[in-house]
């Protein structure tokens, strides 16, 4: 905690930030990593809240199991393209995170990696990502938008849970807002399994389906939910290959509601294009 500042001369001739580097160092304030640095290890500044500002080079390959996670005091952080993995719970908990550019060599985000961020606004998970892991943005309350690139072929379980405010969900070159129900119609969206069931249910993309009893929630009917980050909250699996997601169109939908998600349920359903 004697040490506020860490200059990359400091560091000097070192490879790695190693584990537990600088755990729960709360005095330090800045931190400029060498070029010689190629892994930021395990918890190496977990809990540095004083942390405002550091210097990731282009020799940094990897940012490992919570590296920053609890720095609160980070607003913003710049990863250099040479990163190709951000791992499990690697800036967790950094709640001042305002702004983080995630370069185009990242192929994986790793599970919980920027859960409780809470002052995240918005994120573009640049093209090169293929995958992003369970709960990767879980409780980030102040994200409004999310832009996530055609080619991620699997989105684990609840990346984006508890997403309160997130109003908007870009995929490729196409935006899907929060939809609304009037007279009891509205468009929404609705994971499958691969095969197109969902509890047992065959489906068929341009078929509609009627529900002869009264619908109720999560127990009857035909279940879709409004918001498409919601969506990510229900089926076990990796989105966009053992689950998939289409847009579809609800008639006689219930006044019921869940006062937490979006998901509603209705008489009627027909099944749209596919989402992811």
Known sequence: DKVSVITADMLDGYTSIGRYAFISCRGLTSIEIPNSVTSI???????????????????????????FSSCRGLTSIEIPDSVTSIGERA?????????????????????????????????????GVTSIGEYAFYGCIGLT????????????????????DLASV??????????????????????????MTCRDFQYKEGETYEYEGEPKLCKSGFHASLNLSDVFNYYYGKFGKDIVIHEVEL???????????SKVVSKKITIGKRIL
């Open 41 to 67: 290890g395990y918890d190496a500044f977990y809990y540095c809240t004083s942390l405002t500002f550091v210097t990731i080079p282009n020799s940094v390959t990897s940012i490992e199991y919570e590296a």
């Open 91 to 127: 800036f967790c908990g950094c709640c001042g995170l305002t702004s983080i550019t995630i370069p185009n060599s990242v192929t994986n985000i790793g599970r919980y990696a920027f859960a409780y961020c809470s002052s995240l606004v918005s994120v573009t998970i640049p093209g």
């Open 145 to 164: 938008s999310v832009t996530i690139p055609g080619g991620v072929t699997a989105i684990e379980l609840g990346a984006f849970k508890d997403c309160t």
């Open 170 to 195: 870009t995929i490729g070159d196409k935006t899907y807002e929060n939809q609304t129900v009037t007279n009891g119609k509205c468009k929404a969206y609705k994971g499958f399994k691969s095969d």
């Open 251 to 261: 008639e006689g939908v219930s006044d019921e509601r869940n006062a937490f998600v």
